[in-house]
Protein backbone atom coordinates (compact mmCIF):
# COMPACT_ATOMS: atom_id res chain seq x y z
CA UNK A 1 0.00 0.00 0.00
CA UNK A 2 3.08 2.43 1.10
CA UNK A 3 4.74 1.88 -1.97
CA UNK A 4 1.14 2.47 -4.37
CA UNK A 5 1.14 5.55 -6.41
CA UNK A 6 -1.05 7.92 -7.59
CA UNK A 7 -3.09 7.31 -10.81
CA UNK A 8 -3.04 10.82 -12.13
CA UNK A 9 0.72 11.77 -11.50
CA UNK A 10 3.47 9.51 -9.88
CA UNK A 11 3.52 11.08 -6.54
CA UNK A 12 2.76 8.76 -3.42
CA UNK A 13 -1.06 7.44 -3.03
CA UNK A 14 -2.34 9.00 -0.27
CA UNK A 15 -5.39 6.85 -0.17
CA UNK A 16 -6.82 3.70 -2.02
CA UNK A 17 -10.56 3.04 -2.61
CA UNK A 18 -10.90 -0.78 -3.36
CA UNK A 19 -14.42 -0.45 -4.35
CA UNK A 20 -13.61 2.07 -6.82
CA UNK A 21 -10.08 0.63 -7.67
CA UNK A 22 -8.54 3.89 -7.46
CA UNK A 23 -5.99 5.23 -5.25
CA UNK A 24 -5.27 8.97 -5.81
CA UNK A 25 -1.78 11.71 -4.03
CA UNK A 26 -3.56 14.16 -2.01
CA UNK A 27 -4.07 16.39 -4.07
CA UNK A 28 -5.77 14.46 -6.64
CA UNK A 29 -7.52 13.05 -3.76
CA UNK A 30 -8.83 16.73 -2.89
CA UNK A 31 -9.52 17.26 -6.51
CA UNK A 32 -11.75 14.33 -7.24
CA UNK A 33 -13.82 14.13 -3.88
CA UNK A 34 -15.09 18.06 -4.94
CA UNK A 35 -15.48 17.06 -8.56
CA UNK A 36 -17.28 13.77 -7.34
CA UNK A 37 -19.57 15.70 -4.86
CA UNK A 38 -20.89 18.31 -7.87
CA UNK A 39 -21.42 15.28 -10.07
CA UNK A 40 -23.55 14.11 -7.57
CA UNK A 41 -25.67 17.60 -6.89
CA UNK A 42 -25.73 17.69 -10.75
CA UNK A 43 -26.90 13.60 -10.75
CA UNK A 44 -29.82 14.03 -8.69
CA UNK A 45 -31.07 17.72 -9.19
CA UNK A 46 -30.04 18.76 -5.48
CA UNK A 47 -30.10 22.52 -6.19
CA UNK A 48 -29.03 25.35 -8.93
CA UNK A 49 -26.53 27.57 -8.56
CA UNK A 50 -28.28 30.53 -7.35
CA UNK A 51 -30.40 28.65 -4.54
CA UNK A 52 -29.07 29.31 -0.90
CA UNK A 53 -28.95 26.29 0.81
CA UNK A 54 -28.28 25.79 4.43
CA UNK A 55 -26.12 23.11 6.11
CA UNK A 56 -26.43 21.50 8.77
CA UNK A 57 -23.30 21.42 10.56
CA UNK A 58 -22.41 19.19 13.56
CA UNK A 59 -18.57 19.98 13.99
CA UNK A 60 -17.58 16.70 12.81
CA UNK A 61 -15.92 15.11 9.64
CA UNK A 62 -18.35 15.04 7.30
CA UNK A 63 -20.71 17.94 7.44
CA UNK A 64 -17.91 20.73 7.90
CA UNK A 65 -16.22 19.12 4.98
CA UNK A 66 -19.56 19.10 2.67
CA UNK A 67 -19.82 22.96 3.88
CA UNK A 68 -16.54 23.17 2.58
CA UNK A 69 -16.93 21.35 -0.89
CA UNK A 70 -20.21 24.03 -1.17
CA UNK A 71 -18.07 27.07 -0.57
CA UNK A 72 -15.22 25.92 -2.63
CA UNK A 73 -17.83 25.11 -5.80
CA UNK A 74 -18.99 28.71 -5.01
CA UNK A 75 -22.43 27.88 -3.81
CA UNK A 76 -24.42 30.59 -1.28
CA UNK A 77 -24.22 27.97 1.18
CA UNK A 78 -24.37 28.63 5.22
CA UNK A 79 -24.58 26.69 8.42
CA UNK A 80 -26.48 26.28 11.04
CA UNK A 81 -25.15 24.52 14.35
CA UNK A 82 -27.86 23.26 16.85
CA UNK A 83 -26.24 22.53 20.33
CA UNK A 84 -27.81 19.93 21.72
CA UNK A 85 -26.55 20.54 25.53
CA UNK A 86 -24.75 17.28 25.40
CA UNK A 87 -22.16 17.67 28.44
CA UNK A 88 -20.99 14.28 28.60
CA UNK A 89 -17.36 13.48 26.76
CA UNK A 90 -15.07 16.65 27.77
CA UNK A 91 -18.33 18.97 27.00
CA UNK A 92 -19.20 17.24 23.54
CA UNK A 93 -22.00 19.36 22.20
CA UNK A 94 -19.79 23.06 23.35
CA UNK A 95 -16.73 21.48 22.13
CA UNK A 96 -18.38 20.45 18.44
CA UNK A 97 -20.06 24.08 18.52
CA UNK A 98 -16.05 25.58 19.04
CA UNK A 99 -14.87 23.82 15.67
CA UNK A 100 -17.81 24.55 13.53
CA UNK A 101 -17.16 28.33 14.66
CA UNK A 102 -13.51 27.91 14.17
CA UNK A 103 -14.43 26.49 10.85
CA UNK A 104 -16.59 29.60 9.46
CA UNK A 105 -14.34 31.98 11.34
CA UNK A 106 -11.59 31.09 9.10
CA UNK A 107 -13.47 31.17 6.09
CA UNK A 108 -15.66 34.07 6.80
CA UNK A 109 -18.87 32.22 6.52
CA UNK A 110 -21.73 32.58 8.15
CA UNK A 111 -23.03 30.22 10.96
CA UNK A 112 -26.56 30.47 12.74
CA UNK A 113 -26.48 28.64 15.98
CA UNK A 114 -29.39 27.72 18.26
CA UNK A 115 -29.46 26.59 21.79
CA UNK A 116 -31.80 24.19 22.53
CA UNK A 117 -31.49 24.42 26.13
CA UNK A 118 -32.08 28.29 25.84
CA UNK A 119 -34.89 28.10 23.65
CA UNK A 120 -36.46 25.49 25.32
CA UNK A 121 -35.22 25.50 29.10
CA UNK A 122 -34.06 21.86 28.46
CA UNK A 123 -31.11 20.03 26.83
CA UNK A 124 -31.98 17.21 24.92
CA UNK A 125 -30.82 14.54 27.45
CA UNK A 126 -33.32 16.44 29.81
CA UNK A 127 -36.51 16.45 27.35
CA UNK A 128 -35.86 13.12 26.21
CA UNK A 129 -35.66 12.07 30.51
CA UNK A 130 -38.64 14.04 31.01
CA UNK A 131 -40.76 12.91 28.13
CA UNK A 132 -39.59 8.81 28.82
CA UNK A 133 -39.35 8.55 25.17
CA UNK A 134 -37.11 6.46 23.70
CA UNK A 135 -36.23 4.59 27.18
CA UNK A 136 -32.60 5.60 27.74
CA UNK A 137 -31.47 7.10 24.67
CA UNK A 138 -32.49 10.41 23.65
CA UNK A 139 -31.82 9.89 19.54
CA UNK A 140 -35.72 10.22 18.89
CA UNK A 141 -36.38 12.75 20.89
CA UNK A 142 -33.07 14.98 19.60
CA UNK A 143 -34.43 13.82 15.34
CA UNK A 144 -37.53 15.35 16.25
CA UNK A 145 -36.21 18.58 17.96
CA UNK A 146 -33.18 19.11 15.01
CA UNK A 147 -35.53 18.43 12.70
CA UNK A 148 -37.88 20.97 13.76
CA UNK A 149 -35.23 23.53 14.15
CA UNK A 150 -33.90 23.11 10.57
CA UNK A 151 -36.84 23.18 9.02
CA UNK A 152 -38.13 26.91 11.26
CA UNK A 153 -34.20 28.15 10.28
CA UNK A 154 -34.73 27.48 6.37
CA UNK A 155 -38.34 28.47 6.33
CA UNK A 156 -37.36 31.68 8.41
CA UNK A 157 -34.25 32.78 6.37
CA UNK A 158 -35.49 31.85 3.16
CA UNK A 159 -33.08 28.95 2.49
CA UNK A 160 -34.76 27.38 -0.57
CA UNK A 161 -32.51 24.03 0.06
CA UNK A 162 -31.23 22.04 3.39
CA UNK A 163 -27.96 19.95 2.87
CA UNK A 164 -27.17 17.34 5.71
CA UNK A 165 -23.82 15.18 4.95
CA UNK A 166 -25.27 11.75 5.30
CA UNK A 167 -22.85 9.82 4.25
CA UNK A 168 -22.66 6.15 2.49
CA UNK A 169 -22.48 4.53 5.74
CA UNK A 170 -25.43 6.16 7.26
CA UNK A 171 -27.57 5.72 4.33
CA UNK A 172 -26.37 2.21 4.10
CA UNK A 173 -27.04 1.11 7.47
CA UNK A 174 -30.24 3.39 7.61
CA UNK A 175 -31.48 1.29 4.48
CA UNK A 176 -30.73 -1.97 6.20
CA UNK A 177 -32.73 -1.28 9.11
CA UNK A 178 -35.52 -0.34 7.07
CA UNK A 179 -35.54 -2.84 4.76
CA UNK A 180 -35.07 -5.43 7.68
CA UNK A 181 -38.46 -3.67 9.33
CA UNK A 182 -39.99 -2.67 6.22
CA UNK A 183 -41.06 0.27 7.16
CA UNK A 184 -42.33 1.59 4.04
CA UNK A 185 -42.48 5.51 5.16
CA UNK A 186 -39.12 5.31 5.66
CA UNK A 187 -38.48 3.11 2.66
CA UNK A 188 -40.56 5.43 0.50
CA UNK A 189 -38.72 8.75 2.22
CA UNK A 190 -35.07 7.67 1.72
CA UNK A 191 -33.86 9.26 -1.23
CA UNK A 192 -30.82 11.54 -1.85
CA UNK A 193 -33.48 14.52 -2.66
CA UNK A 194 -36.79 14.95 -0.41
CA UNK A 195 -38.75 17.12 -2.81
CA UNK A 196 -40.12 20.52 -0.45
CA UNK A 197 -43.32 20.14 0.56
CA UNK A 198 -46.28 22.73 2.09
CA UNK A 199 -44.06 24.44 4.46
CA UNK A 200 -40.86 22.30 3.81
CA UNK A 201 -38.00 23.43 2.19
CA UNK A 202 -36.20 20.84 -0.37
CA UNK A 203 -33.82 18.52 1.91
CA UNK A 204 -30.58 16.87 -0.01
CA UNK A 205 -27.37 14.85 0.98
CA UNK A 206 -24.90 15.89 -1.63
CA UNK A 207 -22.66 12.87 0.12
CA UNK A 208 -24.92 10.41 0.29
CA UNK A 209 -22.75 7.73 -2.27
CA UNK A 210 -19.57 8.64 -0.01
CA UNK A 211 -18.06 6.06 2.17
CA UNK A 212 -17.23 7.14 5.55
CA UNK A 213 -13.72 6.75 4.96
CA UNK A 214 -13.86 8.93 2.15
CA UNK A 215 -15.28 11.71 4.09
CA UNK A 216 -13.05 11.51 6.47
CA UNK A 217 -9.89 11.53 4.38
CA UNK A 218 -10.85 14.61 2.81
CA UNK A 219 -11.04 16.24 6.27
CA UNK A 220 -7.57 14.90 7.35
CA UNK A 221 -6.00 16.09 3.93
CA UNK A 222 -7.77 19.40 3.75
CA UNK A 223 -6.86 20.43 7.52
CA UNK A 224 -10.44 20.45 8.91
CA UNK A 225 -9.98 20.16 12.79
CA UNK A 226 -13.07 18.81 13.95
CA UNK A 227 -14.85 16.91 16.53
CA UNK A 228 -13.72 13.49 16.34
CA UNK A 229 -16.14 11.95 19.22
CA UNK A 230 -18.95 9.86 18.06
CA UNK A 231 -22.05 11.21 19.73
CA UNK A 232 -21.94 9.53 23.39
CA UNK A 233 -25.47 8.75 23.01
CA UNK A 234 -24.92 6.33 19.31
CA UNK A 235 -22.80 4.01 21.91
CA UNK A 236 -24.77 0.70 21.31
CA UNK A 237 -27.62 2.45 18.78
CA UNK A 238 -29.04 0.44 16.18
CA UNK A 239 -27.69 2.39 13.86
CA UNK A 240 -23.71 1.48 14.86
CA UNK A 241 -25.01 -2.31 15.19
CA UNK A 242 -26.02 -2.12 11.12
CA UNK A 243 -22.72 -0.48 10.27
CA UNK A 244 -20.56 -3.05 11.83
CA UNK A 245 -22.48 -5.66 9.78
CA UNK A 246 -21.59 -3.76 6.88
CA UNK A 247 -18.76 -3.09 7.63
CA UNK A 248 -18.00 -7.06 7.35
CA UNK A 249 -19.74 -7.92 4.25
CA UNK A 250 -17.45 -4.73 2.76
CA UNK A 251 -14.78 -5.87 3.40
CA UNK A 252 -15.53 -9.25 2.11
CA UNK A 253 -16.73 -8.54 -0.71
CA UNK A 254 -16.10 -4.50 -1.47
CA UNK A 255 -18.26 -1.94 -2.71
CA UNK A 256 -21.20 -3.65 -1.04
CA UNK A 257 -22.63 -0.80 0.90
CA UNK A 258 -22.26 0.99 -2.66
CA UNK A 259 -24.49 -1.61 -4.36
CA UNK A 260 -26.53 -2.10 -1.50
CA UNK A 261 -27.42 1.94 -1.84
CA UNK A 262 -27.24 2.42 -5.40
CA UNK A 263 -29.73 -1.04 -6.29
CA UNK A 264 -32.21 0.49 -4.01
CA UNK A 265 -31.79 3.66 -5.76
CA UNK A 266 -32.28 2.10 -9.01
CA UNK A 267 -35.03 -0.26 -8.32
CA UNK A 268 -36.90 3.05 -6.38
CA UNK A 269 -36.45 4.31 -9.90
CA UNK A 270 -37.52 1.73 -11.78
CA UNK A 271 -40.62 1.18 -9.87
CA UNK A 272 -40.00 -0.67 -6.66
CA UNK A 273 -42.89 1.18 -4.83
CA UNK A 274 -46.60 1.20 -6.04
CA UNK A 275 -46.99 5.02 -6.07
CA UNK A 276 -48.04 6.77 -3.14
CA UNK A 277 -50.63 9.43 -2.53
CA UNK A 278 -47.75 10.97 -0.95
CA UNK A 279 -44.10 9.93 0.26
CA UNK A 280 -41.67 11.42 -1.97
CA UNK A 281 -41.82 15.38 -0.39
CA UNK A 282 -41.50 16.60 3.37
CA UNK A 283 -45.15 17.39 4.53
CA UNK A 284 -47.98 17.05 6.75
CA UNK A 285 -51.95 17.69 6.44
CA UNK A 286 -52.41 19.99 9.75
CA UNK A 287 -50.54 22.82 10.76
CA UNK A 288 -49.71 22.49 14.66
CA UNK A 289 -51.88 24.86 17.03
CA UNK A 290 -48.54 25.36 18.64
CA UNK A 291 -45.62 26.09 16.43
CA UNK A 292 -47.30 26.30 12.93
CA UNK A 293 -45.41 24.01 11.20
CA UNK A 294 -46.74 21.08 9.30
CA UNK A 295 -47.53 17.73 10.71
CA UNK A 296 -49.36 14.31 10.17
CA UNK A 297 -50.82 14.82 13.30
CA UNK A 298 -54.09 16.20 14.21
CA UNK A 299 -53.21 17.69 17.33
CA UNK A 300 -49.52 19.73 18.48
CA UNK A 301 -46.41 17.90 16.61
CA UNK A 302 -44.36 16.16 17.91
CA UNK A 303 -42.05 18.74 18.96
CA UNK A 304 -44.37 20.63 20.35
CA UNK A 305 -45.33 17.44 22.15
CA UNK A 306 -41.77 17.53 23.57
CA UNK A 307 -40.90 20.52 24.42
CA UNK A 308 -43.90 21.96 26.19
CA UNK A 309 -44.91 21.21 29.54
CA UNK B 1 -34.42 -24.35 30.69
CA UNK B 2 -34.06 -27.63 31.83
CA UNK B 3 -36.65 -27.32 34.72
CA UNK B 4 -39.12 -25.39 32.34
CA UNK B 5 -42.87 -27.21 32.21
CA UNK B 6 -44.47 -27.30 28.68
CA UNK B 7 -47.19 -24.81 28.68
CA UNK B 8 -50.35 -27.11 27.69
CA UNK B 9 -50.03 -30.16 30.63
CA UNK B 10 -47.13 -30.42 33.45
CA UNK B 11 -44.64 -32.41 31.70
CA UNK B 12 -41.05 -31.12 31.23
CA UNK B 13 -40.65 -28.86 27.95
CA UNK B 14 -38.79 -30.52 25.65
CA UNK B 15 -38.36 -27.18 23.21
CA UNK B 16 -38.34 -23.69 24.72
CA UNK B 17 -39.20 -21.04 21.37
CA UNK B 18 -38.09 -17.76 22.27
CA UNK B 19 -39.71 -15.96 19.28
CA UNK B 20 -42.98 -17.19 20.23
CA UNK B 21 -42.77 -17.25 23.89
CA UNK B 22 -43.53 -21.12 23.65
CA UNK B 23 -42.38 -24.15 25.42
CA UNK B 24 -43.50 -27.51 24.75
CA UNK B 25 -43.28 -31.02 26.10
CA UNK B 26 -42.60 -33.59 22.83
CA UNK B 27 -46.09 -34.63 22.52
CA UNK B 28 -47.60 -31.27 22.25
CA UNK B 29 -44.78 -30.00 19.94
CA UNK B 30 -45.51 -32.15 17.52
CA UNK B 31 -49.32 -31.66 17.97
CA UNK B 32 -48.63 -27.68 17.57
CA UNK B 33 -45.89 -28.42 14.30
CA UNK B 34 -48.25 -30.57 12.44
CA UNK B 35 -51.21 -27.80 13.36
CA UNK B 36 -49.01 -24.55 12.58
CA UNK B 37 -48.58 -26.35 9.03
CA UNK B 38 -51.80 -26.99 8.30
CA UNK B 39 -52.23 -23.28 9.51
CA UNK B 40 -49.86 -22.18 6.75
CA UNK B 41 -51.28 -24.07 4.00
CA UNK B 42 -54.68 -22.28 4.90
CA UNK B 43 -53.53 -19.11 5.19
CA UNK B 44 -52.09 -18.93 1.72
CA UNK B 45 -53.89 -21.42 -0.05
CA UNK B 46 -51.44 -23.41 -1.08
CA UNK B 47 -53.63 -26.52 -2.13
CA UNK B 48 -57.35 -28.17 -1.11
CA UNK B 49 -57.32 -31.79 0.05
CA UNK B 50 -58.27 -33.21 -3.35
CA UNK B 51 -55.08 -32.01 -5.35
CA UNK B 52 -52.07 -34.27 -5.81
CA UNK B 53 -49.19 -32.83 -4.08
CA UNK B 54 -45.67 -33.53 -5.31
CA UNK B 55 -42.74 -33.50 -2.45
CA UNK B 56 -39.28 -32.87 -3.37
CA UNK B 57 -37.24 -34.85 -0.95
CA UNK B 58 -33.50 -34.44 -0.22
CA UNK B 59 -33.56 -37.18 2.75
CA UNK B 60 -32.72 -34.21 5.30
CA UNK B 61 -34.75 -32.85 8.05
CA UNK B 62 -36.61 -30.33 6.54
CA UNK B 63 -38.11 -32.31 3.61
CA UNK B 64 -38.92 -35.69 5.61
CA UNK B 65 -40.38 -33.65 8.24
CA UNK B 66 -42.53 -31.77 5.02
CA UNK B 67 -43.57 -35.22 3.80
CA UNK B 68 -44.44 -36.75 7.41
CA UNK B 69 -46.82 -33.47 8.19
CA UNK B 70 -48.49 -34.05 4.69
CA UNK B 71 -48.97 -37.95 5.15
CA UNK B 72 -50.40 -37.30 8.56
CA UNK B 73 -52.39 -34.79 7.81
CA UNK B 74 -54.15 -36.85 5.35
CA UNK B 75 -53.26 -35.04 2.32
CA UNK B 76 -52.11 -37.30 -1.39
CA UNK B 77 -48.18 -36.38 -1.57
CA UNK B 78 -45.34 -38.72 -2.96
CA UNK B 79 -42.38 -37.78 -3.08
CA UNK B 80 -39.40 -36.82 -5.34
CA UNK B 81 -35.55 -37.82 -4.60
CA UNK B 82 -33.56 -36.59 -6.95
CA UNK B 83 -29.73 -37.89 -6.93
CA UNK B 84 -27.14 -35.38 -7.83
CA UNK B 85 -23.92 -37.26 -7.56
CA UNK B 86 -22.43 -36.02 -5.24
CA UNK B 87 -19.59 -37.99 -3.67
CA UNK B 88 -17.66 -36.35 -1.07
CA UNK B 89 -18.52 -36.46 2.42
CA UNK B 90 -18.89 -40.10 3.04
CA UNK B 91 -21.13 -41.00 -0.45
CA UNK B 92 -23.50 -37.86 0.16
CA UNK B 93 -26.21 -38.47 -2.34
CA UNK B 94 -26.29 -41.44 -2.14
CA UNK B 95 -26.60 -41.45 1.68
CA UNK B 96 -29.47 -39.26 1.17
CA UNK B 97 -31.29 -41.35 -0.94
CA UNK B 98 -31.07 -44.40 1.29
CA UNK B 99 -32.49 -42.17 4.20
CA UNK B 100 -35.62 -41.17 1.79
CA UNK B 101 -36.18 -44.81 0.49
CA UNK B 102 -36.15 -46.10 4.56
CA UNK B 103 -38.72 -43.24 5.21
CA UNK B 104 -40.99 -43.86 2.38
CA UNK B 105 -40.81 -47.68 2.75
CA UNK B 106 -41.91 -47.21 6.65
CA UNK B 107 -44.49 -45.54 4.98
CA UNK B 108 -45.81 -47.33 2.50
CA UNK B 109 -45.50 -44.10 0.38
CA UNK B 110 -44.43 -43.77 -2.99
CA UNK B 111 -40.55 -42.14 -3.67
CA UNK B 112 -39.79 -41.22 -7.06
CA UNK B 113 -36.11 -40.96 -7.97
CA UNK B 114 -34.20 -39.75 -10.92
CA UNK B 115 -30.77 -39.98 -11.23
CA UNK B 116 -29.04 -37.09 -13.45
CA UNK B 117 -25.48 -39.31 -14.13
CA UNK B 118 -27.95 -41.86 -15.56
CA UNK B 119 -30.41 -38.75 -17.36
CA UNK B 120 -27.69 -37.22 -18.46
CA UNK B 121 -24.33 -39.16 -18.35
CA UNK B 122 -22.43 -36.35 -15.67
CA UNK B 123 -22.85 -36.24 -12.04
CA UNK B 124 -23.97 -32.62 -10.82
CA UNK B 125 -20.23 -31.93 -10.29
CA UNK B 126 -19.10 -32.81 -13.43
CA UNK B 127 -21.95 -31.02 -15.10
CA UNK B 128 -20.79 -27.89 -13.15
CA UNK B 129 -17.45 -27.95 -14.64
CA UNK B 130 -17.77 -28.95 -17.47
CA UNK B 131 -19.61 -25.66 -18.30
CA UNK B 132 -17.29 -23.98 -15.97
CA UNK B 133 -21.06 -21.85 -14.42
CA UNK B 134 -20.64 -20.68 -11.57
CA UNK B 135 -16.87 -20.83 -10.86
CA UNK B 136 -16.09 -23.82 -8.17
CA UNK B 137 -19.14 -23.73 -6.72
CA UNK B 138 -21.88 -25.95 -8.37
CA UNK B 139 -25.06 -24.66 -6.98
CA UNK B 140 -26.12 -22.65 -9.90
CA UNK B 141 -26.07 -25.75 -12.19
CA UNK B 142 -27.48 -28.00 -9.84
CA UNK B 143 -30.67 -25.53 -9.34
CA UNK B 144 -30.82 -25.72 -12.62
CA UNK B 145 -31.15 -29.26 -12.82
CA UNK B 146 -33.26 -29.78 -9.82
CA UNK B 147 -35.80 -26.90 -11.37
CA UNK B 148 -36.22 -28.77 -14.41
CA UNK B 149 -36.31 -32.37 -13.31
CA UNK B 150 -39.12 -30.96 -10.82
CA UNK B 151 -41.19 -29.27 -13.29
CA UNK B 152 -40.67 -32.30 -15.73
CA UNK B 153 -42.09 -35.03 -12.88
CA UNK B 154 -44.88 -33.16 -11.66
CA UNK B 155 -45.94 -32.38 -15.07
CA UNK B 156 -45.70 -36.01 -16.26
CA UNK B 157 -47.00 -37.70 -13.07
CA UNK B 158 -50.23 -34.87 -13.09
CA UNK B 159 -49.49 -33.27 -10.05
CA UNK B 160 -50.80 -30.37 -9.22
CA UNK B 161 -48.47 -28.83 -7.09
CA UNK B 162 -44.95 -29.45 -6.21
CA UNK B 163 -44.26 -28.45 -2.65
CA UNK B 164 -40.40 -27.89 -1.52
CA UNK B 165 -39.47 -27.51 2.53
CA UNK B 166 -37.80 -24.15 2.55
CA UNK B 167 -37.97 -23.20 6.32
CA UNK B 168 -37.66 -19.91 7.58
CA UNK B 169 -34.05 -19.47 7.92
CA UNK B 170 -33.80 -20.80 4.34
CA UNK B 171 -36.54 -17.76 3.01
CA UNK B 172 -34.89 -15.04 5.15
CA UNK B 173 -31.50 -16.14 4.14
CA UNK B 174 -32.79 -15.76 0.40
CA UNK B 175 -34.40 -11.89 1.29
CA UNK B 176 -31.67 -10.87 2.76
CA UNK B 177 -29.64 -11.93 -0.03
CA UNK B 178 -32.40 -10.78 -2.39
CA UNK B 179 -32.40 -7.39 -0.96
CA UNK B 180 -29.22 -6.82 -0.73
CA UNK B 181 -29.21 -6.97 -4.43
CA UNK B 182 -32.24 -5.64 -4.75
CA UNK B 183 -33.00 -8.32 -7.39
CA UNK B 184 -36.46 -7.42 -8.57
CA UNK B 185 -36.94 -10.34 -10.29
CA UNK B 186 -36.26 -12.62 -7.37
CA UNK B 187 -38.32 -10.67 -4.95
CA UNK B 188 -41.34 -10.34 -6.79
CA UNK B 189 -41.28 -14.24 -6.77
CA UNK B 190 -40.22 -14.89 -3.38
CA UNK B 191 -43.24 -15.89 -1.37
CA UNK B 192 -44.94 -18.92 0.40
CA UNK B 193 -47.05 -19.76 -3.29
CA UNK B 194 -45.80 -19.42 -6.70
CA UNK B 195 -48.78 -19.69 -8.77
CA UNK B 196 -49.39 -22.12 -11.56
CA UNK B 197 -48.30 -20.73 -15.11
CA UNK B 198 -48.04 -22.34 -18.55
CA UNK B 199 -46.10 -25.61 -18.72
CA UNK B 200 -45.59 -25.43 -14.17
CA UNK B 201 -47.49 -26.37 -11.51
CA UNK B 202 -48.22 -24.24 -8.63
CA UNK B 203 -44.92 -24.41 -6.17
CA UNK B 204 -45.44 -23.74 -2.36
CA UNK B 205 -43.30 -23.70 0.66
CA UNK B 206 -45.31 -24.90 3.75
CA UNK B 207 -42.48 -24.66 6.10
CA UNK B 208 -41.58 -21.18 5.22
CA UNK B 209 -42.44 -19.75 8.65
CA UNK B 210 -41.07 -22.86 10.98
CA UNK B 211 -37.47 -21.87 12.16
CA UNK B 212 -34.38 -24.63 11.41
CA UNK B 213 -34.45 -25.31 14.68
CA UNK B 214 -38.06 -25.86 14.53
CA UNK B 215 -38.14 -28.34 11.73
CA UNK B 216 -35.27 -30.07 13.54
CA UNK B 217 -36.88 -30.53 16.22
CA UNK B 218 -39.82 -32.33 14.83
CA UNK B 219 -37.14 -34.79 12.65
CA UNK B 220 -35.61 -35.39 16.12
CA UNK B 221 -38.73 -35.53 18.59
CA UNK B 222 -40.43 -37.71 15.96
CA UNK B 223 -37.70 -40.05 15.41
CA UNK B 224 -37.10 -39.66 11.64
CA UNK B 225 -33.38 -40.63 10.41
CA UNK B 226 -32.39 -38.00 8.09
CA UNK B 227 -29.01 -36.99 6.46
CA UNK B 228 -27.45 -35.20 9.12
CA UNK B 229 -24.16 -33.60 7.13
CA UNK B 230 -25.31 -30.22 4.67
CA UNK B 231 -24.12 -30.60 1.17
CA UNK B 232 -20.47 -30.56 1.09
CA UNK B 233 -20.67 -28.16 -1.76
CA UNK B 234 -22.62 -25.31 0.79
CA UNK B 235 -19.87 -24.89 2.80
CA UNK B 236 -18.64 -21.23 2.38
CA UNK B 237 -21.26 -20.82 -0.14
CA UNK B 238 -23.31 -17.01 0.33
CA UNK B 239 -26.23 -18.03 1.50
CA UNK B 240 -24.27 -19.82 4.50
CA UNK B 241 -22.85 -15.95 4.95
CA UNK B 242 -26.29 -14.86 5.20
CA UNK B 243 -27.88 -17.24 7.39
CA UNK B 244 -24.72 -16.87 9.95
CA UNK B 245 -25.80 -12.43 10.66
CA UNK B 246 -29.04 -13.48 10.55
CA UNK B 247 -28.46 -15.96 13.57
CA UNK B 248 -26.52 -13.32 15.32
CA UNK B 249 -29.34 -10.83 14.73
CA UNK B 250 -31.94 -13.52 15.69
CA UNK B 251 -29.69 -13.81 19.24
CA UNK B 252 -29.70 -9.62 20.28
CA UNK B 253 -33.56 -9.31 19.42
CA UNK B 254 -35.43 -12.96 19.31
CA UNK B 255 -38.31 -13.34 16.25
CA UNK B 256 -35.58 -11.04 13.98
CA UNK B 257 -36.12 -13.58 11.01
CA UNK B 258 -39.52 -13.96 11.24
CA UNK B 259 -40.50 -10.28 11.26
CA UNK B 260 -38.03 -9.80 8.38
CA UNK B 261 -39.94 -12.53 6.42
CA UNK B 262 -43.43 -11.63 7.37
CA UNK B 263 -42.90 -7.66 7.27
CA UNK B 264 -41.63 -8.85 3.76
CA UNK B 265 -44.81 -10.69 2.60
CA UNK B 266 -46.75 -7.75 4.09
CA UNK B 267 -45.28 -5.08 2.76
CA UNK B 268 -45.81 -7.19 -0.83
CA UNK B 269 -49.48 -7.75 -0.34
CA UNK B 270 -49.34 -3.84 0.61
CA UNK B 271 -48.24 -3.45 -2.56
CA UNK B 272 -44.97 -3.15 -1.94
CA UNK B 273 -43.73 -3.73 -5.97
CA UNK B 274 -45.76 -1.96 -8.81
CA UNK B 275 -47.47 -4.96 -10.72
CA UNK B 276 -45.68 -6.13 -13.16
CA UNK B 277 -46.59 -7.68 -16.63
CA UNK B 278 -45.99 -11.32 -15.01
CA UNK B 279 -43.88 -12.45 -12.14
CA UNK B 280 -46.47 -13.66 -9.82
CA UNK B 281 -46.22 -16.56 -11.52
CA UNK B 282 -43.92 -19.47 -12.66
CA UNK B 283 -43.40 -19.09 -16.37
CA UNK B 284 -41.72 -18.46 -19.66
CA UNK B 285 -42.50 -16.95 -23.03
CA UNK B 286 -41.33 -19.57 -25.48
CA UNK B 287 -40.76 -23.37 -25.36
CA UNK B 288 -37.24 -24.57 -25.50
CA UNK B 289 -36.45 -26.62 -28.78
CA UNK B 290 -34.40 -29.10 -26.88
CA UNK B 291 -36.83 -30.32 -24.05
CA UNK B 292 -40.10 -28.35 -24.74
CA UNK B 293 -40.54 -26.92 -21.13
CA UNK B 294 -41.16 -23.68 -21.31
CA UNK B 295 -38.35 -20.56 -21.15
CA UNK B 296 -37.65 -17.16 -20.71
CA UNK B 297 -34.88 -17.68 -23.11
CA UNK B 298 -35.44 -17.46 -27.04
CA UNK B 299 -33.13 -20.43 -27.97
CA UNK B 300 -31.97 -23.75 -25.70
CA UNK B 301 -33.46 -23.63 -22.15
CA UNK B 302 -30.54 -23.29 -19.25
CA UNK B 303 -31.26 -27.21 -18.37
CA UNK B 304 -30.70 -28.09 -21.95
CA UNK B 305 -27.50 -25.82 -22.02
CA UNK B 306 -26.26 -27.34 -18.85
CA UNK B 307 -26.53 -30.84 -20.10
CA UNK B 308 -26.04 -31.42 -23.83
CA UNK B 309 -22.80 -31.61 -26.10
Not at 124 to 142: F, N, Q, S, Y
Amino acid sequence: MSAMRCQKCEQQAAIHMRQHRLHLCKEHYLAWFVEQTERMIAKYNMFARQERILVAVSGGKDSLSLWDVLWRLGYTADGMYINLGITSEDDYSNASEEYARQFAEKRGLTLQVVNVAQNTGRTIPELARRTGWGKDRPCGVCGIVKRHVMNEAALQGGYQVLATAHNLDDEAAFLMQNTFQWNMDFLRRQAPVLEAGEGFARKVKPFCRFYERETAAYAILRDIPYIEEECPHSVGSKQLFYKEILNKLEVDHPGTKLQFYVGFLNARQGGLFTPAESGDEEGGRNLCPGCGQPTTSSGLCSYCKVTRE
